[in-house]
């Protein structure tokens, strides 16, 4: 077993860059592990810019200056967030505390439907079924509002940590995009000067990466924005935060538009019932699901992620445990970046093959 794993070492880690690219991405994920709620502002902003540099280098070739251009795309970038802030997030928060308020009514509905289904389907459901159904639904629903309520509590005593971190990932994204090349220039003056696996993986990835993020960001704003406008003109209650709810669920691929359903469908249920609104809502979202899917993510996606659906699913399922929010938004970059590694890493195959022979022919005699 040593001489496996010894020649496993050799086989994978024999080279020096391969070793401390193994280094950076452990003490990287590391830090993110165990100081990822300290640093983060930084890496919001980091992100942030990340997202913004796109439309600054479009900026800079049609012949503007990089520093007009920085301040160009910050306006942009502190409008939006002032409006996301302002006007959007106490729109959502509104429209939750309202949700919040009227699951009793709907549960009292639902309660009313359930009650039937003993009478309807008598040899599949029982009314004990029914009870312990309708039960367990007024417990969920009682720890919902728990947690909403501690929720909105909780966020009085962290104002002061909240408003420092509105002012500072601002102030820091304006220096990252306004003095990106300094960093990385600085950064990559601690790296080897012949690094050729490091710029493979940094080649091989940078356009995927950049169209993916920038991509998925737009595919969020576009569908969320879309299904907001068609839901106000149905006349959907909590139209906001069902538009918030669909434009995220772009994130999980495969998962999330089938998730996201359930909710559409609820309150459209519990609004109109079954209903002629309740099938054009339905056909609704069904046409905007489309055109997402054979529309808008071709033209967006202009590279492709050449990753299996099962590996997809494993690496939303991983990450997402690890980072949550984020971990789910960069599970496909992240996987990406893990093939482009194994891709691109250096392996001594000869003479390991040569080492493995001998230990096996030495074993036999």
Known sequence: MLKVFKGWLARYFSDEEAI???????????????????????LASV????????????????????????NIVF?????????????????VWDQVTNLVNELPRMLQKGRKLLLLLPQQYPDFISPEQVNLWISEA??????LGQKVLSFSLTLLPNFVGLLIYLILVPILV???????????????????SNRPLMKQVSDEMNDQIANYVRGKVIEIFIVGAVTYVVFAFLGVNYAALLGLLVGLSVIVPYIGAAVVTIPVALIGFFQWG????FIILMVAYGIIQALD????????????????????????????????????????????????LMSAWPRHQDQNNGDIQTDSETDTV
Do not use: Y
């Not at 401390?20 to 709620?37: E, K």
């Not at 007024?138 to 720890?143: A, D, P, T, V």
């Open 293 to 340: 899917g054979n529309v808008l993510v071709p033209l967006l996606f202009s590279e492709a992620v050449n990753l299996h659906p099962v590996a997809i699913i494993v690496a939303v399922l991983m990450f997402g445990g690890l980072w949550g929010f984020w971990g789910v938004f960069f599970a496909i970059p992240l996987a990406t970046l893990l093939k482009a």
């Open 138 to 143: 007024s417990q969920q629903l009682g720890e």
């Open 47 to 70: 992100v942030l810019a990340f997202l913004l540099q796109g439309l600054v280098a479009f900026l800079e070739r049609k012949s503007i200056k990089h520093i007009w251009s920085v």
């Open 274 to 277: 079954w209903g002629n609104d």
């Open 20 to 42: 401390l690219l193994t280094l950076l991405l452990v003490i990287g994920f590391a830090i993110i592990l165990t100081m990822g709620s300290i640093l983060a502002p930084v």
């Open 174 to 192: 304006f220096f990252f995009l306004k003095d990106r090349e300094l960093l990385l220039n600085w950064f990559t003056s601690l790296l080897p």
């Open 75 to 91: 306006l942009i970038f502190l409008t939006l967030f002032i409006v996301i802030l302002f006007v959007l997030l106490p729109l």
